[in-house]
């Protein structure tokens, strides 16, 4: 009779790659450490009859057998998701269309959507990129699901986090102290964009709108190269930006919200499910 592995023993094997380690692993699919350990064990010793795994100090790498088994690994579990996803929920098909900003693609979208494709499978999503006010003015049912900003007190919908508005300058450049301040902006209409202009001139400081995008990547790179200071939610602040504050003559910016829009005329499971997965997204 010829061998099998244990969809549990791969899990475990997955989760170890994916986490890094052990310890994190064991949390990941909620058994002990010794546990894991045992099981990787068995993998090893009694069913791949090779080694999987390599230390070399406090590392731990993939031997060439660990690598080959890991493609299939992922590939055999994620059949198995997908045929109990089909025969238990035969509804878990279909499409989603999403509306989301492009400053929160980056930063929140890619592990939201990696978590619904496990559970969901077989369903198609439809990401449209367009700023808040659009996605706010759009008709009713042409979007399923829709993630916009909004100020704190005027939330809608479901509030998915509360994010501080901070000011940020590339941490080698001095541009912040010019005289009128250039300024890197999403277009108008943006929240951010009105809380900076407006926090500015109730300060009594000029400045210009040097820059003006769509794309939160245009304003990161503006910044980055030391040409303008930005306002933009913390959670998009990236490492070589120094963010301003009190100190550097800069007022407090205004917190705003993150909310979660359903449309009432396009309700599913698969809708239910990737509002799921982005209220839990966010959440982490």
């Known amino acids: 009779m010829s061998a099998t592995i244990d969809h549990e023993l791969l899990r475990t094997f997955v989760a170890i790659v994916d986490h890094g380690g052990f310890t994190r692993a064991a949390q990941a699919v909620n058994r002990t450490q010794s546990a894991v350990s045992m099981q990787i064990k ?20 993939l031997t060439s057998e660990g690598t080959t088994l890991l493609g299939y690994a992922r590939r055999i579990l994620d059949l198995q998701g997908e045929a109990l996803n089909i025969l238990r929920e035969p509804d878990m098909v279909g499409r989603v269309r999403i509306g989301v900003p492009d400053d ?15 559970t969901w499978p077989l369903v198609d999503v439809e990401v449209q990129c367009a700023p808040s006010s659009d996605l706010l ?42 005289t009128p301040l250039p300024l890197a902006l999403f277009e108008a ?25 769509p794309s939160l990547a245009t304003l990161q790179a503006v910044v980055g190269a030391g040409l303008a200071v930005s306002a933009l939610m913390k959670s998009l602040v990236t490492p070589g930006m120094r963010v301003l504050g009190e100190a550097d003559g800069f007022p407090p910016l205004p917190d705003g919200s993150i909310v979660l829009l359903r449309s009432p ?20």
């Open 104 to 118: 929160f693609v980056m930063r929140f979208l890619p592990g939201i959507l990696k978590s619904f494709s496990q």
């Open 265 to 284: 005329d396009t309700a599913s499971p698969a809708v239910d499910g990737l509002a799921q997965h982005i209220i839990e997204g966010f959440k982490a």
């Open 42 to 61: 068995r993998l090893e010793e009694d069913v791949i009859q090779r080694p999987l795994f390599e230390r070399q100090g406090r590392q731990m790498h």
């Open 189 to 213: 209409p943006c929240l951010c964009r009105q809380h900076a202009c407006h926090s500015l001139t109730r300060a009594g400081r000029q400045y210009r709108i040097a820059y003006s995008s």
């Open 137 to 178: 003015n759009r008709p009713h049912g042409s979007l399923d699901l829709s993630i916009v900003t909004r100020g704190v007190g005027q939330e809608i919908g479901t509030i998915l986090r509360r994010e501080e508005t901070v000011w940020v300058v590339a941490e080698s450049h001095a541009v912040h102290r010019q």
